[in-house]
């Protein structure tokens, strides 16, 4: 199920996101959606690898691409 939500923005903001959805080739609300999206996917990565800093800085081990291939058994 969609919701719709309704935001207000300055006019200079609305005029970008019509311009920049017009370089891609969206409509406004598309290119806000996917702006949107891309947004959080970028917030939950970062809380990724701030628990992966995290972990590291507790001394929890870490392994290179080359010693996990080996525990693996995915040698070339």
Same mark, same amino acid.
């Given at each position: 199920?969609?919701?719709?939500?309704?935001?207000?923005? @300055? !006019?200079?903001?609305?005029? $970008?996101?019509?311009?920049?959805?017009? =370089?891609? +080739?969206?409509? @406004? !609300?598309?290119?806000?959606? !996917?702006?949107? #999206?891309? &947004? %959080? #996917? *970028? $917030? &939950? *990565?970062?809380?990724?690898? *701030?628990?992966?800093?995290?972990?590291?800085?507790? +001394? =929890? @081990?870490?392994?290179? %691409? #080359?010693?996990?291939?080996?525990? $693996? +058994? %995915? =040698? *070339?």
């Amino acid at each position: 199920m969609n919701k719709r939500v309704t935001i207000e923005m @300055p !006019d200079e903001m609305m005029k $970008l996101v019509e311009e920049y959805a017009a =370089e891609a +080739g969206a409509a @406004p !609300d598309a290119y806000m959606r !996917d702006v949107i #999206e891309q &947004h %959080l #996917e *970028d $917030l &939950h *990565d970062i809380a990724l690898a *701030d628990a992966a800093m995290a972990r590291i800085r507790k +001394g =929890e @081990p870490t392994y290179t %691409l #080359e010693e996990v291939k080996q525990r $693996l +058994g %995915l =040698e *070339d």
